[in-house]
């Protein structure tokens, strides 16, 4: 499944939004704060993809160097 922003779940199917924003909140790439926006709890969700992309770089990089 291609990523999908939780603003865009919300207006299309609630149900689902609430199990994804579930999913994003305990993976274990997330980082979440003891702060809410909103009444919803902030966090920080880092895209496998884009894990995988920096971890490339960080290799690159020491390679170089």
Request: charged residues 25%; hydrophobic residues 35%.
């Amino acid at each position: 499944m291609d990523y999908q922003s939780l603003y865009n779940l919300y207006f299309q199917d609630q149900a689902q939004q609430e199990r994804v924003l579930q999913e994003r909140i305990s993976a274990e790439s997330t980082t979440c704060f003891d702060f809410s926006i909103n009444k919803n709890p902030a966090f920080i969700y880092l895209h496998p993809d884009h894990y995988a992309l920096m971890m490339e770089i960080q290799r690159l990089d020491k390679e170089l160097f």
